[in-house]
T-cell receptor
Framework: AQSVAQPEDQVNVAEGNPLTVKCTYSVSGNPYLFWYVQYPNRGLQFLLKYITGDNLVKGSYGFEAEFNKSQTSFHLKKPSALVSDSALYFCAVRDRSSGSARQLTFGSGTQLTVLP | DGGITQSPKYLFRKEGQNVTLSCEQNLNHDAMYWYRQDPGQGLRLIYYSQIVNDFQKGDIAEGYSVSREKKESFPLTVTSAQKNPTAFYLC??????????FGPGTRLLVL
């Protein structure tokens, strides 16, 4: 079985400050990890993914995420937040050993608000 | 939202009525997915299809049906058996174990 936890429903940060959105996961094998962003009444937009290789992954709009195997975490970060980053963020995981295309599990989402 | 389109953007269902949500992709992806999103919850998988003429139930398939007659299309029917259909429905497509890409969504409301 695989699961994802986003422990914070809401994260508030001041514009220009660094931001972190937390994600921890559980899989029986090795993970594929993803971050998506959703703006109101829109679909999910892909931000970045970890497949293999460097633990620090860089993605769209200045976001990055660090894969930490020992802590089973994949936290999303950005050095300087913008008001336009305010949105709902989802972490997702797939067990790499799974042979089925369906096995993508999403967290419950974290609402990020960047205050001007 | 890329090469995935969903229609309509808003859909109203009367009690006892079946309604169909459209999803089309031009990304040449083999796999397609339907998710349901409720407020404060993550995405829950309704159905998925890995190849034309084949599909599997997800975690919450009861009250829904799908077809996959063409690679580009994966329509979802919300039947009268679905007693709580009000939600935001998201279609996605992907290739193998790679990234899933999402459409803009359809919001279903009950009259």
């Amino acid at each position: 079985a695989q699961s994802v936890a986003q422990p914070e429903d809401q994260v508030n940060v001041a514009e220009g400050n660094p931001l972190t959105v937390k994600c921890t996961y559980s899989v029986s094998g090795n993970p594929y990890l993803f971050w998506y962003v959703q703006y109101p009444n829109r679909g999910l937009q892909f931000l970045l993914k970890y497949i293999t290789g460097d633990n620090l992954v860089k993605g769209s709009y200045g976001f990055e995420a660090e894969f930490n195997k020992s802590q089973t975490s994949f936290h999303l970060k950005k050095p300087s937040a913008l008001v336009s980053d305010s949105a709902l963020y989802f972490c997702a995981v797939r067990d790499r050993s799974s042979g089925s295309a369906r096995q993508l599990t999403f967290g419950s989402g974290t609402q990020l608000t960047v205050l001007p | 939202d890329g090469g995935i389109t969903q229609s309509p953007k808003y859909l109203f269902r009367k009690e006892g009525q079946n309604v169909t949500l459209s999803c089309e992709q031009n990304l040449n992806h083999d796999a397609m997915y339907w998710y349901r999103q409720d407020p404060g919850q993550g995405l829950r998988l309704i159905y998925y299809s890995q190849i034309v003429n084949d599909f599997q139930k997800g975690d919450i398939a009861e009250g829904y049906s799908v077809s996959r007659e063409k690679k580009e299309s994966f329509p979802l029917t919300v039947t009268s058996a679905q007693k709580n259909p009000t939600a935001f429905y998201l279609c996605a497509s992907g290739q193998g174990a790679e990234t899933q890409y999402f459409g803009p969504g359809t919001r279903l409301l009950v009259l």
